[in-house]
């Protein structure tokens, strides 16, 4: 599916593959930099995982920022898919300590350089 930009016949400007979005999403999070994070997510981006569901880029950071119950930890990228305009990644989550909380798979959708949806799958370790 093209995006608006090329929808509406505009030149594509130089943006960020979406690999290399992804991982400047796992980096901006562990690092606890939420300005950084916040430039790679549209707007209206929206993330869907198993226990809620974040609509709007604001209400995403904010909680990344301030409610998670564990901002210590690592994202470890095991494995990157292209998947057309949006990427799938999977990983597992670790703690402080290095311990795994858990494998995942986040499918994110990308739009004109930016991060627009990311659907999170979880299994428990």
């Known amino acids: 599916m093209p995006s608006r930009r090329e929808a ?10 979406s690999a ?12 606890g930099e939420y300005d950084r994070l916040a430039s790679l997510l549209d707007p209206a981006f929206v993330q869907r995982r198993p226990d809620r569901t974040f609509e709007g ?22 494995r990157v898919y292209p998947t057309g305009p949006g990427v799938a990644v999977r990983g597992r989550l670790l703690d402080a ?14 739009d004109e350089g930016r991060l627009t949806a990311l659907e999170t799958y979880v299994a428990e370790s």
């Open 8 to 17: 509406e016949g505009e030149a594509p400007r130089d943006e960020p593959s």
């Open 20 to 31: 290399a979005l992804a991982r400047a999403y796992y980096d901006a999070l562990d690092a």
């Open 57 to 78: 880029r604001d209400r995403f950071v904010a909680f990344m920022r301030d409610e998670r119950p564990n901002t210590d930890t690592t994202h470890v990228v095991e």
């Open 97 to 110: 300590d290095g311990a795994e909380l858990f494998a995942f798979v986040d499918a994110f959708d990308v």
